[in-house]
């Protein structure tokens, strides 16, 4: 078992930043994920990245604004978003697994964070 906290969301305006932190509570070789679920819609997949950072996945709609990156050191995985858009407003959860199927699924992870409120005006 390992328990996800997520910190750093927040209100900003469009055209903003903000970095989300997600700190496990233990050390394993988990795959990491951010996904979100905007108001009213579907949880969607925003990025992932393997135990070793050696694959990485985006989105298509976060693509050259959004950036994963983890720290095995501090068990902690993070997600620097730039160009912030009100489309991006959602809860976004962070999630791991040790060997999901798919990185985008969420249905192959089976552990999950309690979400962090992120809201962009325009």
């Known amino acids: 078992q390992v328990q996800l906290v997520e910190s750093g969301g927040g209100s900003v305006q469009a055209g903003g930043s903000l970095l989300l932190s997600c700190a496990a509570s233990a050390s394993r070789n988990y795959h990491m994920a951010w996904f979100r679920q905007p108001p009213g819609k579907d949880l969607e997949f925003v990025a992932a990245?393997?135990?070793?950072?050696?694959?990485?996945k985006y989105a298509d709609s976060v693509k050259g604004r959004f950036a994963i990156s983890r720290d095995n050191g501090k068990n902690s995985v993070y997600l620097q978003m730039n160009s912030l858009q009100p489309e991006d407003t959602a809860v976004y959860y962070c999630?791991?697994?040790?060997?999901?199927?798919?990185?985008?699924?969420?249905?192959?992870?089976?552990?999950w964070g309690q979400g962090t409120q992120v809201t962009v005006s325009s």
């Open positions: 990245i393997t135990w070793k950072g050696s694959t990485i």
């Open positions: 999630a791991a697994d040790d060997q999901p199927s798919r990185l985008d699924a969420d249905s192959e992870y089976t552990f």
